[in-house]
Nanobody, 126 residues
Framework: QLHVVESGGGVVHSGDSLRLSCAAS????????VGWSRQAPGKGREGISC????????NYADSVKGRFTISRDNAKNLVYLQMNGLKPEDTAIYYC???????????????????WGQGTQVTVSS
């Protein structure tokens, strides 16, 4: 299992920004694609973004496209999710996971990933 830890969540106002981090302590993220998903209260899990192991490919769900940006810093073994223009409907627990897609690909669909972290809460007030 590829265990990861999310951090960076918090309580913000509509229009604010947050940057989430996804870290792995027991393996290198260099060789893995990484996906982000979220789950809002009373709703199902939604895959929102992914980045290939090379960093050359990224994908986004329509709900976050143009507002969220995924990136990776392999030297620090971290993947980031920069979230700008946050809306109350972005309120959710955010999760990351490492995957095994080919180097130049990634999968947004959360069902592709086996092991998610414990998540970090993001709350956006209006």
């Amino acid at each position: 299992q590829l265990h990861v830890v999310e951090s960076g969540g918090g309580v913000v106002h509509s229009g604010d920004s947050l940057r989430l981090s996804c870290a792995a302590s027991e393996f290198s993220l260099d060789f893995h694609s990484v996906g982000w998903s979220r789950q809002a209260p009373g709703k199902g899990r939604e895959g929102i973004s992914c980045i290939s192991s090379s960093g050359g490919a990224t994908n986004y769900a329509d709900s976050v496209k143009g507002r969220f940006t995924i990136s990776r810093d392999n030297a620090k073994n971290l993947v980031y999710l920069q979230m700008n223009g946050l809306k109350p409907e972005d309120t959710a627990i955010y999760y990351c996971a490492a995957g095994s897609a080919p180097q130049s690909m990634c999968v947004v669909d959360h069902r592709f990933y086996d092991t998610w972290g414990q998540g970090t809460q993001v709350t956006v007030s209006s």
